[in-house]
């Protein structure tokens, strides 16, 4: 085959890919709206779970790409009426710690979310969601 025809072929084949998504796709995992009108994104693509967060989160002011093995996940752990779900992404000296806390007790299962921020392992603040959709715990079955 000419050389030519075989570049034309590689370079149709990536476009296909790209414009398919296959190549860089990732699975919604978790998403929460902040009262300051920004959103957190969790999303897994293979082997990484992705943090994402800003007010256009197509275009997120802050994104960490972390190994799944090396994250220190805690998935539906009791803790007096809730269940915690936490998964931490490391940035540096800073955690991002992205949680959903579930009341366990009541009918309704109401669950707070939000993300903890952490500096050296020192807590800092605390930023709270109004909204969210999806479930953290569903960073372990997300392929």
């Keep these: 085959m000419p050389k030519m025809i075989k570049k034309i072929l590689y370079k149709t084949a990536i476009l296909f890919f790209l414009m398919n998504g296959y190549a860089f796709s990732s699975e919604f995992v978790f998403s929460c709206k902040t ?20 007010k256009d989160i197509n275009n997120p002011e802050m994104k960490i790409k972390n190994k799944l093995k090396e994250l220190d996940i ?7 009426s809730e269940i915690v779900t936490n998964i931490p992404f490391k940035n ?31 807590y800092i603040t605390i ?16 392929e």
């Design 35 to 54: 009262n300051s009108g920004k959103e957190v994104k969790v999303e897994k693509s293979g082997d990484v779970a992705i943090y994402s967060f800003g």
């Design 74 to 80: 805690i998935l539906s752990e009791p803790m007096g």
């Design 127 to 142: 930023i709270e969601c109004l909204t969210q959709k999806g479930n953290l715990l569903d960073i372990d079955s997300a």
């Design 92 to 122: 540096g000296d800073y955690t991002y710690s992205v949680f959903m806390n579930t009341d366990r007790l009541n009918d309704e299962h109401k669950s707070t979310s939000g993300v903890s921020i952490f500096k050296n392992e020192k």
